[in-house]
């Protein structure tokens, strides 16, 4: 009897965990939807989805969101553009090349470049990227999204890599096996055996490793700068 009692109110705890996150979900989704509705009562959306200009703070105030998706989607492109080659490879090296020790050391200190704060990485591309990628471009402005958005593919590494070394390292043994009696090296085994059989794992990662990147601020705000403009220039 006391062991029924315990596991109901066990039970009912998990049950009232997930209520309280589904109720938190649909009440974000409440909120954002009535506060759109008011806004849209005064804003036009075609000139909301169509103008260039985002100036909410003037006097003569527009709303057009299109420079900060512009600024979104540069700054997140490179960030992919430098995150998914750099975070594969490590991730390859260290399913498929190192030794289980060094691994075991190696991975946790490659996830701590997630644990720093954003508004770091944000620094470390102001004042050292930045300064850096003007000695090699010339004239290039001091705020820009090719400083955040590598800065962004630095941070967003981790992520990718540590999701897709998961994902190789679940892929049978077997099949490495299989491929080196075949006579293949273990090159033409990790990317044309693992690489493929694990291809969920590091999709998922890529996607997760995206999101991080589309919902990043205070990297682009402090090594973009906070000037909303139209433009598909990185410099």
Not at 119 to 142: C, E, H
Not at 198 to 222: D, F, H, K, P, Q
């Amino acid at each position: 009897m006391h062991k029924k009692k315990s596991e109901y109110i066990i039970e009912f705890l998990l049950f009232l965990s997930a209520f309280v996150t589904i109720l938190t979900t649909v009440g974000i989704i409440l909120v954002l939807t009535v506060e759109a509705y008011k806004f849209f009562k005064e804003v036009s959306i075609i000139e909301f989805f169509t103008s260039t200009e985002w100036t909410p703070l003037f006097k003569k105030k527009s709303f057009g969101i299109l420079p900060l998706l512009a600024g979104t989607l540069l700054t997140s492109f490179i960030a992919i553009l430098v995150a998914l080659p750099l975070g594969l490879i490590i991730a390859i090296y260290l399913s498929e090349y190192t030794p289980k020790k060094f691994r075991d050391y190696i991975k946790p200190s490659l996830e701590l470049l997630a644990a720093v704060p954003t508004v770091v990485y944000g620094f470390f591309a102001l004042v050292v990227v930045t300064p850096f990628l003007q000695k090699l471009i010339p004239g290039m402005s001091g705020f820009n999204s090719l400083s955040a958005g590598i800065v962004m593919g630095i941070m967003i590494i981790p992520i990718i890599s540590s999701l897709s070394e998961d994902a190789l390292r679940a892929v049978p043994t077997s099949l490495r096996e299989a491929s080196y009696g075949m006579g293949s090296t273990r090159l033409q085994t990790a990317f044309r055996v693992t690489l493929p059989a694990a291809s969920s794992g590091v999709v998922v990662s890529v996607i997760l490793a995206i999101s991080r990147a589309i919902g990043e601020t205070m990297i682009v705000a402090i090594a973009a700068g906070q000037q909303p403009r139209f433009t598909f220039n990185p410099l």
